[in-house]
Each structure stands twice: as structure tokens, then as C-alpha cells.
């Protein structure tokens, strides 16, 4: 089951980080403002979900917020290769 999520850590992530993430587990929208960070995109699936906070933690984050749903049913296209379905029309 394909993941959204959106997590918030207190302070800013490093750019390292930021690319570990992109590489592991595919596309993610980074936004940061007011002492804060914002990540947001889709993942495989639960264990997905662990794997991010697993880098976040390792890194010394700070989660104060995480929202986990399934994905828009309008998802088609097959996989990336690892396991998150393409979107078609972003």
C-alpha cells in the first residue's frame, strides 16, 4: 500500500540528509520556515515510513509532527523501482 506522509522536524534538515532521502526513498518536497522543516511525498509502505524517521533520527531530528494517509487513488503508471507507483499528470 503506497504511503503520503508529511512530517514536521523542528529546525532545518541538512542538505545531506535531504539527498539520502531522495536516493533511498524517491521524490520528497522539502519546505523550511519559523525554526521549522517540512517534508512531504509518497512511500512504499509502513516499513518505508520507519526507514525515513530512521535517517531523520540518525541525523539528530526532532519530529514534532507526522501525518501518514494512502495515496490519491489516481496513481497509475507502474513503479520506480522501488516500489512507489509513478504519478501520471505532475
Request: net charge positive; proline share 4%; hydrophobic share 45%.
Amino acid at each position: 500500500m503506497v504511503c503520503s506522509y508529511h512530517l514536521v522536524l523542528a529546525g532545518p534538515l541538512p542538505a545531506t540528509v535531504a539527498g539520502v532521502i531522495r536516493a533511498r526513498l524517491g521524490e520528497v518536497t522539502i519546505r523550511s520556515r519559523a525554526g521549522r522543516t517540512a517534508l512531504e511525498g509518497r512511500l512504499a509502505d509502513q516499513a518505508a515510513v520507519r526507514a525515513l524517521l530512521n535517517l531523520v533520527w540518525d541525523a539528530g531530528g526532532e519530529v514534532r509532527l507526522l501525518r501518514v494517509g494512502t495515496a490519491p487513488a489516481a496513481m497509475t503508471g507502474g513503479s520506480d523501482g522501488r516500489g512507489v507507483p509513478r504519478t501520471t499528470g505532475t
